[in-house]
Structures are given as structure tokens and as C-alpha cells.
């Protein structure tokens, strides 16, 4: 959910269902996988840096503010394998950016 004006948003996924190949040579090539899920939850806290870049030869604008976000997931797949993160409490940010932006047939 993005609060204009607020600086603030959340996404949170839950139960979202996808294939596990195991790894990126056998899902490239549409190899066997496995039934799994995943679930996860970003909140993004914005106002540091805001930029605005538009390029009309790449057909591309757009509007983003840096700032800071945590993250927490957790996936598993029907053959038993789970993973959770850390709490997002416990997390820090390196780079975390939001914006919106028309490219391609949406750059008009």
C-alpha cells in the first residue's frame, strides 16, 4: 500500500504460489521443479533523495525517492525444504528506492 505525501510503503505477499527448480541453469531451461511458496514483507521509509530523470530517446521518465527499507521472507516447497529470514526488524539497508515510471508504449 503507498501513502502519497507520507513517505511511507508496504508490500506484503502471503502464500504466493511458484515453482522451486533449485537453481538458475535448471529454471533458465524449464527443467523439473517442485511445487513451493513464498511469503514476504517490505516497508519503505522515503524522503531522503528525490530525483526525477526523463529520457526521451530510451522513451523512459520517471520520479523516485531514496530511502530506507526492511525486509523479511520466508519460502518452502513441497518436498519439506523451509527458509525464514531474520526478523525485518534486524535488517539494513543498503540501497532502497520507490517510484513510478512510463517507459515503451506508456512514456507519452
Same mark, same amino acid.
Given at each position: 500500500?503507498?501513502?502519497?505525501?507520507? !513517505?511511507?510503503?508496504? +508490500?506484503?505477499?502471503?502464500? *504466493?504460489?511458484?515453482?522451486?527448480?533449485?537453481?538458475? /541453469?535448471?529454471? *533458465? #531451461?524449464?527443467?523439473? #521443479?517442485?511445487?513451493?511458496? &513464498?511469503?514476504?514483507?517490505?516497508?519503505? *521509509?522515503?524522503?531522503?533523495?528525490? +530525483?526525477?530523470?526523463? /529520457?526521451?530517446?530510451?522513451?523512459? $521518465?520517471?520520479?523516485?525517492?531514496?530511502?530506507?527499507? $526492511?525486509?523479511?521472507? %520466508?519460502?518452502? /516447497?513441497?518436498?519439506?525444504?523451509? =527458509?525464514? %529470514?531474520?526478523?525485518? !526488524? $534486524?535488517? %539494513?539497508?543498503? =540501497? &532502497? +528506492?520507490?517510484?513510478?515510471?512510463?517507459?515503451? +508504449?506508456?512514456?507519452?
Amino acid at each position: 500500500m503507498v501513502h502519497p505525501g507520507a !513517505g511511507r510503503a508496504t +508490500v506484503h505477499v502471503s502464500g *504466493l504460489e511458484m515453482e522451486d527448480y533449485g537453481d538458475i /541453469n535448471n529454471a *533458465l #531451461s524449464d527443467g523439473p #521443479s517442485v511445487e513451493a511458496t &513464498a511469503s514476504y514483507r517490505i516497508d519503505w *521509509l522515503g524522503g531522503h533523495h528525490h +530525483v526525477r530523470l526523463h /529520457n526521451a530517446a530510451g522513451r523512459f $521518465t520517471g520520479t523516485f525517492v531514496e530511502g530506507a527499507a $526492511t525486509a523479511e521472507w %520466508s519460502a518452502e /516447497n513441497a518436498d519439506g525444504f523451509r =527458509f525464514r %529470514s531474520d526478523p525485518r !526488524g $534486524t535488517s %539494513s539497508t543498503v =540501497f &532502497a +528506492v520507490l517510484g513510478k515510471e512510463r517507459n515503451g +508504449v506508456f512514456f507519452s
